[in-house]
């Protein structure tokens, strides 16, 4: 799986905090709640955003097992800031290669945000059939989804936002990636298994005080347009330098869309 930093993590999490849906983080604290004590299992648990986001909703008495590939993230994640009666057990593992020994943990819900655009088709198809196998809830937040709206609007943006959703159908570490497809094709293959949706946008809404995460996502786009090589250079670095020209006057905004789903099955644990 291709990593991500510790601080393109905490630059992200506050955007990711207001981008949740209510609707559907309503859904699964409402399921949740009628519990006394739950058991999360969190895929590519990052630095606990997660964790964080969800926590405080829940009954008192948690236990997370707070999954990733990467030692930096797992630490940061378990970083001893919360009460005693949430307990979180870190587990490393390569989600692609292990996937369905961590999803023989005994969980009432599996968490997991920012992961389904990353994997493949086959991916999705195994994690699916082995949650429905032991009819466990599935609530997967923060899917990105193919659309970015910038304003004001340049002539390249359509054609530089194509060819960055083309880069994220490349392979991220498990087959070629769903990218934009990512959320559809979730919903569709639980709902094929008898699964309940519970579905909502929860875009990014990027402001014109937002610098930092400006600059990095627009240098991030950038540096996929080029790995592409479907534009040339010159293109690309003239839409970078007025989309920066446009952050750094503060005059730039932007929408990135996710979609938040919920699934139940028809029985759960």
Known sequence: MSGFSVEWL???????????????????????????????????????????????????????DLVDNDPRLLNAACAPNFASDVGRNAVQLDLNSDLETVLKYPSDLITTSALLDLVSEAWLERFARHV????????????????????????????????????????????P????LAAAAAINKFESLGYSIVQAKSDWLIRTADRSIQIELLNGWAGAAREMQSLPGREIDGWLTRRLRAVDQCASTMRVGHVDFFATPSTTR
Request: proline residues 7%; contains cysteine; aromatic residues 6%.
């Open 132 to 175: 429905a196998a032991h009819a466990t809830p599935v609530y997967a937040a923060l899917t990105y989804d193919g659309r970015v709206e910038f304003s004001p609007v340049d002539p390249t943006d359509a054609v530089i936002v194509e060819t960055v959703n083309a880069h994220q159908r490349t392979d991220k570490g498990f087959g």
């Open 177 to 180: 990636a769903l990218g934009p």
């Open 10 to 64: 905490t630059l992200r999490e506050d955007y990711d905090m207001r981008a949740r849906n209510p609707v559907v983080l309503g859904a699964v604290i409402s399921l949740m709640k009628l519990k006394r004590a739950v058991r999360l299992v969190d895929l590519a648990c990052g630095t606990g955003s997660t964790l964080r986001s969800l926590s405080p909703q829940l009954p008192a008495r948690q236990h997370w």
